[in-house]
């Protein structure tokens, strides 16, 4: 039986990738108790990653879409956090996102809507969350836009 969180991004036309290796020294994920706490996700999409500095090289929608491929990872985490079930998923309680950007850029908020918008279309009021948006001089491997969360899990 297909979940409803499932069912709203076949609804949406979308595909969860696979679950990111770690490019390091970490793991992808920590649960305690209740809540998983999921490491930083880096901007790619099926072609690779997404790079750039936000206010040089890249506009505002071009890193809210770098920002929704980071939600895209974040959520596939999570499923592979609830064993591949996503109807364990309660709710998402907290994004941090980093965007590389300019010393003169200040829509790191509108960067991150991508990831925000998008977990309000597939989660509903589950998506709704407490955040930060901050700027970077510079992100690995020289990518956009880096997101982490924290889900809460039954």
Known sequence: MTNPIE????????????AP??????VPFVQVGGLVHISGQVSANESGLIC?????DLSV???ALAAKHCALSL?????AACGGDLGRLVRLVKLTGFVNST?????????INGASDFF?????DAGRHARSAVSAASLP???AVEIEGIFEVR
């Open 52 to 56: 750039g500095k936000l206010g040089a």
């Open 120 to 124: 309000v279309e597939v989660l509903g």
């Open 21 to 26: 290796a770690p490019a390091a020294n970490y």
């Open 7 to 18: 069912t709203r991004l076949a609804e949406l036309g979308l595909t969860l990738p696979d």
């Open 141 to 143: 491997f020289g990518v």
């Open 75 to 79: 959520l596939a985490q999570a499923r």
């Open 61 to 63: 929608e071009d890193g």
């Open 103 to 111: 010393a003169e850029f200040t829509d790191q908020p509108k960067v």
